[in-house]
């Protein structure tokens, strides 16, 4: 058995990616290729509100190596939220990945127009792939890591092949890859599941979750001890686990808020329910009172009979 840092939190998820090694091998897994050179360029964790809950956003360059032989620099947007987030968020910190990061920098030799010799600083944009760790599942899918690739067809809808290769197709969009934890099982069928294992919340230890046992790590995929042995590490980080603890902190005073927020909309509810209730009886008693009175009742005789002090009655024939 061997005592890891529960990647879960984001404090760990943040310490095992930080390590360069780990994010070639694990971000290589995921995308199915081989990673030879990856660059964290940005990395920020948002809390949305008091109730809400916090995306952390890791983003990376990677140069990676193609099945002719051929190398690509891909930018890869990682983004990590425990909680159900609005899917809104997602896209806007994506979109700040085409606006401004998803391209390399390149300089050109050129002619000028006096035929002299020049350079030239273009940008040439760069294929995104969004890879999303959601600690809560999706409805209907159950499935622990999903694909989703835009697939270009033509009028007939059969598939156009080239398309996937063509620079104004790819650079236009992007491929996501999304991995429902509380789906991650023992039973890995797949080389990405395997590595994967190391977020099963059901090897959690029973009295801290910032914990998990592994009680096989043999006959794993290359580079999975290594990716281990960076979580290993963290156990013993006192800043990790100090992290760990503001984290914990701050869910429950999430859940706190929540709570509190329930019992008010539920009172405001009985409230408004007793309201209309009231409403409804007072609807009642004014056509009742409008009723004596058109038959030649007094407003004092009304009065009397249904009981209601005369303001009370004249408010409702008024």
Do not use: W
């Amino acid at each position: 058995m061997i005592q890891i840092a529960n990647p879960i939190y984001d404090s760990v998820f943040k310490y095992m990616m930080q390590n360069r090694k780990v994010c070639m091998i694990l971000l290589g897994a995921l995308l199915n290729v081989e990673i030879i050179e990856v660059d964290l360029i940005h990395n920020e964790l948002v809390r949305a509100n008091l109730k809400g809950f916090g995306i952390l956003r890791l983003d990376f360059l990677a140069k990676i190596k193609k099945d002719d032989g051929s190398f690509e620099m891909v930018s890869i947007e990682v983004q990590k939220a425990e909680k159900d987030t609005e899917i809104v968020r997602f896209r806007r910190y994506l979109s700040r990945l085409y606006d401004t990061e998803a391209y390399e920098t390149k300089t050109v030799k050129k002619k000028n127009r006096k035929g002299e010799d020049v350079e030239e600083i273009i940008e040439t944009p760069i294929h995104i792939v969004a890879i999303y760790f959601l600690g809560h599942p999706l409805d209907d899918v159950t499935e622990p890591v999903v694909y989703y690739s835009p697939q270009a067809k033509n009028a007939l809808g059969e598939p156009v092949e080239k398309a996937a290769l063509n620079p104004f197709f790819r650079y236009l969009s992007h491929n996501s890859i999304v991995v429902q934890i509380p789906y991650l099982r023992k039973n890995a069928r797949t080389k990405v599941e395997e590595f994967l294992e190391i977020f099963d919340q059901s090897n959690v230890m029973p009295n801290d979750a910032h914990y998990l046992m592994l009680d096989n790590i043999d006959n794993k995929p290359d580079g999975y001890n290594v990716v281990v042995r960076q979580l290993v590490s963290a156990v013993a980080d006192r800043e990790v686990k100090m992290a760990m603890a503001i984290e914990d902190e701050y869910a429950s005073d999430i859940e706190d808020r929540t709570e509190l927020e329930e019992i008010v909309e539920e009172q405001k509810e009985k409230l408004a329910e007793k309201d209309a209730q009231l409403s409804q009886k007072d609807a009642q008693l004014s056509a009742f009172a409008k009723t004596l009175f058109s038959m030649g009742l007094s407003r004092e005789e009304i009065s009397e009979k249904i009981n209601i002090p005369l303001e009370q009655l004249n408010k409702l024939l008024d």
